[in-house]
């Protein structure tokens, strides 16, 4: 399997939405930047904040857009021609409705699952192939209260829960970025937070 060499981490830009469960996997992106010593840079090529890391010997190129979710796709597109980066060799981490919080899936190619950020993405780059870190938020239990529910903040012991997993996402970042998916699965999908 080809190494990951950009991780995008999705969200909704601005204060109002740092905290909701839709910005999982831009919590990610950031922690990863932290971890590494960096913050993220408003960068208007990219349409995004960004930050170039090494993890494990690998330079890696992070992107959060700050576009809104629905519109991820142009920002990923721009990082990707810019460095000349296929589709199999991203990882766009997001959020998932249907993952229960305190756990996470690593996923590769597929269809965009009704998630308004993958579906921009397929479309901006012409191609479902690139790798997802699903990171699980859970599901309000009925479809017409979904809007309300990724824009909300989660509950003390729901955010206990995504932060374990998003740790443990971190955990096994190393292997995924350097191809060892099979590893990198089996690691992640057994942890239960």
């Known amino acids: 399997m080809p190494q990951v060499k ?14 909701t469960r839709h910005n ?21 090529k990219f349409l ?20 809104f979710m629905n519109r991820s796709g142009g920002a990923v597109a721009a990082l990707c021609q810019f460095f000349k980066i296929a ?11 249907d ?29 479902k192939g690139f790798n997802r870190l699903r990171i699980g938020i859970g599901h309000p239990g009925d479809s017409r209260q979904v809007t309300n529910y990724v824009l909300g903040r989660p509950g003390k012991a729901e955010l206990e829960a995504i932060g374990a997993a998003l740790d443990e996402c971190l955990a096994t970042l190393p292997l995924a970025v350097s191809g060892d998916w099979a590893r990198a699965m089996s690691r992640l999908h057994s942890f239960q937070g």
């Not at 999705?10 to 204060?15: Q, V």
């Not at 990610?28 to 840079?41: P, S």
């Not at 229960?100 to 597929?110: D, N, S």
């Open 6 to 19: 950009a991780i995008i981490g999705l969200g909704n830009p601005g204060d109002n939405y740092a905290a």
């Open 24 to 44: 999982a996997g831009a919590w990610l992106v950031e922690i990863l930047a932290r971890q590494a010593g960096t913050e993220l840079r408003p960068e208007k």
């Open 48 to 67: 995004g904040l960004y930050a170039k890391v090494l993890l494990d010997g690998h330079e890696l190129h992070l992107l959060e857009p700050t576009t």
């Open 87 to 97: 589709p199999d060799e991203l990882l766009v981490a997001h959020d998932e409705l």
């Open 99 to 127: 993952i229960a919080p305190g756990t996470a899936r690593y996923k590769q190619g597929g269809g965009h699952g009704g998630h308004n950020g993958l579906r921009d993405i397929v479309s901006a780059l012409g191609d």
